[in-house]
């Protein structure tokens, strides 16, 4: 993983900005998933599969490569649609999203996109997957070659299994493996710390013997050096906490825990397409 | 008499026979998968001995991953360390898993599919003193719906032994169904066990069978006693059977099935296990669909355990020697 410079952060935010508008359009062509959480987590996608992961979209089963596990599968809208920008299936498929055929299931399933980790949708149980790649790679002395990521949703933490994963982690001291929570506050009955208070989601962590590192995770810089930082560690597992706004880049959807499960319709599409176009106002439109 | 072409238990009908326990064999058999491939590891759930995996732990520590109290944890992370290659076996008792983590079997390995193998030790009401709370009685239901999903609940330790290798090599998710109690020895390592296939165990001396009694489990052996005093009794009491050994529910021998009934045209289902859902209706599926003929299903009729002896409760829920007979009578007026 190379320094990240001013001018590739900048080809960063407009990859993010295109996989917005691909996240939009497909889901307003789909008739239903999930908006906000894809939005929150462009950023992080983006990053991952532009300069952070070890991966080849044209040899997709390299044994070398790096695992990343989405156990939020609801999210997948932004996984397809970065996946597509990285070259690993032809954009024009993305509309094809939740349709009867479609390699773009619902939730995401490996029978259909073999090159998937996982399948996923059921929460909780990503991470669990996760750390026994990174119990394989102890046996086989792989876990110094590459690093297993998890990407998961901080409601999926009210479920059990993720703490057992946890546990298991922190005891088996599993180094190559790196866990992004989304710590976007919202799950769909409202706001996590509502529903089932997760805070202090930090101390949790390190009380079940991870390294834990918070960030924004919509600022490139910071979220990049928190992960050299986790790879860097060497006797434990590292969570990283990555603060995002849930339907990040869409003001009317920011914040907004309805957003959570729901798609735009036509004119709420076409006004998050202009915002993202204009970059919430900043430049003019070529569409307008 | 005993079929001859699969070299049985020559003592099977002795006072003596020798008797093991059923998840031995798995123990016994793991140890042995092991040596075999490299890329068998065996997680489990806080119970190493009990599940017999206490012999692989010993011989393959670093291959060996205890997970705690956690069956959700247990199964996903199978899961995890298949996508990267590895056969895992998982075992706990059957009532946790796959009584606890159906979910996320379904998920992560069956719609993954992912080659784990969890085993479901402990199962049926022979667990006995524990109580209903640990008498898993509707895990085959549980596990044959799941797509994917390969299901075995082997006669006797040493068919367990040879199913426990047998999966192995599938490249396929699979349920290995086994009992805690000693079970008598029905078979010889001579048998022939293929997976998917099943083989009649008993069948007349001379003459056409009127009865076929299909088994699963460890109840083969009660099953064989009814069919041998069935045969010995004097005309006109006397019904001759087959009785077939259908340890592999899933993949399920249609051709076989089909075959006993036509023979037969009477069923008899025989199975530690709800009536509901288990190795008797997939029978009745295969028959309704292909050779409709009467059927009676021995097990254990929509009610919950208890505790008491393994003996015991086999009789008080209808699953002895007695219910078996009482079964193949019943099912023989009914013969058109």
């Known amino acids: 993983m190379a320094f990240l410079s001013d001018k590739k952060i900048k080809e960063l935010e407009i990859t993010a900005n295109d996989i917005r508008k691909s996240i939009i359009e497909m889901l307003v062509e789909a008739g239903s998933g999930h908006t906000a959480g894809p939005l929150g987590m462009a950023d992080i996608f983006t990053l991952f ?19 990343l596990v989405l156990s939020n599968g609801h999210i997948c809208p932004v996984f397809y649609a970065t996946m597509a920008y990285a070259g690993y299936f032809p954009k024009e498929e993305l509309k094809t999203l939740r349709k009867l055929g479609t390699r773009l299931q619902g939730h995401p399933h490996r029978e259909y ?44 933490l009210d479920e059990g299994n993720s703490w057992e994963a946890i546990m298991l982690a922190g005891k088996n001291k599993v180094r190559n493996l790196i866990a992004v929570v989304d710590r976007n506050n919202i799950q769909i009955d409202g706001f996590t710390e509502d529903i089932i208070p997760l805070e202090p989601l930090a101390d949790k962590w390190r009380a079940f013997n991870w390294h834990v590192i918070e960030v924004s995770g919509h600022d490139f810089m910071a979220l990049n050096e928190a992960v050299v930082e986790a790879q860097a560690v060497y006797e434990k597992p590292t969570v990283i906490i990555a603060h995002t706004i849930p ?36 430049i003019k439109s070529e569409h307008q | 008499m005993l079929n001859p072409d699969l070299k049985l238990n020559p003592k099977i009908f002795n006072d003596d026979v020798a008797q093991a326990p059923i998840r031995k064999g798995f123990g016994e058999g793991l140890v042995l998968a092991g040596d075999q491939d490299k890329n068998v590891v065996a997680l489990c759930a806080d119970l190493t001995e009990s599940t017999q995996m206490i012999f692989f732990k010993e011989k393959f520590p670093e291959r060996f991953v205890e997970i705690g109290v956690a069956e959700q944890n247990l199964v996903t992370v199978a899961s995890g360390m298949a996508a990267m290659g590895k056969i895992p076996f998982c075992s706990s008792y059957a009532m946790f898993s796959p009584g606890r983590n159906w979910e996320q079997i379904r998920t992560t390995i069956a719609y993954n599919d992912r080659p784990v193998k969890i085993i479901g030790s402990h199962a049926g009401i022979s667990v006995g003193p524990d109580g209903g709370t640990h008498q898993a009685l509707e895990d085959i239901a549980l596990m044959r719906v799941v797509p994917n999903m390969e299901v075995i609940s082997p006669c006797d330790s040493i068919e367990a032994k040879k199913a426990t290798q047998a999966i192995t090599k599938t490249g396929k998710p699979a349920y290995l169904r086994l009992a805690r109690e000693k079970t008598p020895i029905v078979t010889t390592e001579e048998t022939p066990f293929t997976l998917g296939k099943a083989e009649v165990y008993w069948m007349p001396d001379v003459g056409i069978p009127q009865v076929g009694i299909i088994v699963t489990g460890g109840l083969m052996h009660r099953a064989l006693l009814a069919a041998k005093e069935l045969q010995d009794q004097e005309e006109p009491q ?27 045209k009477a069923i008899v289902t025989v199975e530690e296990h709800q009536v ?48 078996i007979k009482e079964a193949v009578r019943k099912v023989l007026k009914r013969k058109i």
């Open chain 1, 247 to 282: 339907g990040k880049g869409v003001h009317e959807f920011e914040r907004d825990f309805r957003w959570h499960g729901k798609p735009p319709n036509k004119e709420e599409a076409k006004m998050a397409l202009n915002e993202l176009r204009t970059l919430g106002g900043k």
């Open chain 2, 238 to 264: 006397r019904i001759k059977t087959k009785v077939m050994n259908l340890s592999c529910i899933k993949p399920i021998d249609v051709k076989a099935i089909v075959a006993l009934a036509k023979e037969c």
């Open chain 2, 276 to 323: 509901a859902g288990g190795m008797g209706s997939v029978v009745a599926e295969v028959l309704s669909q292909n050779f409709p003929v009467p059927m009676e299903f021995v097990g254990v009729q929509d009610k919950f355990g208890q505790s008491g002896t393994p003996d015991e409760l086999i009789e008080h829920y209808g699953m002895g020697k007695n219910s």
């Open chain 1, 49 to 67: 599969y532009f300069h952070i992961l070890k991966h080849d979209p044209k040899n997709p089963f390299w044994e070398e490569r790096d695992r």
């Open chain 1, 113 to 156: 996109m073999p090159w998937l980790e996982n399948s996923s949708g059921p929460l909780g149980a990503g991470l669990s997957q996760a750390v026994g790649m990174a119990l394989a790679d102890k046996i086989d002395k792989k876990d110094k070659d590459r690093f297993i990521y998890c990407f998961m949703s901080d409601g999926e």
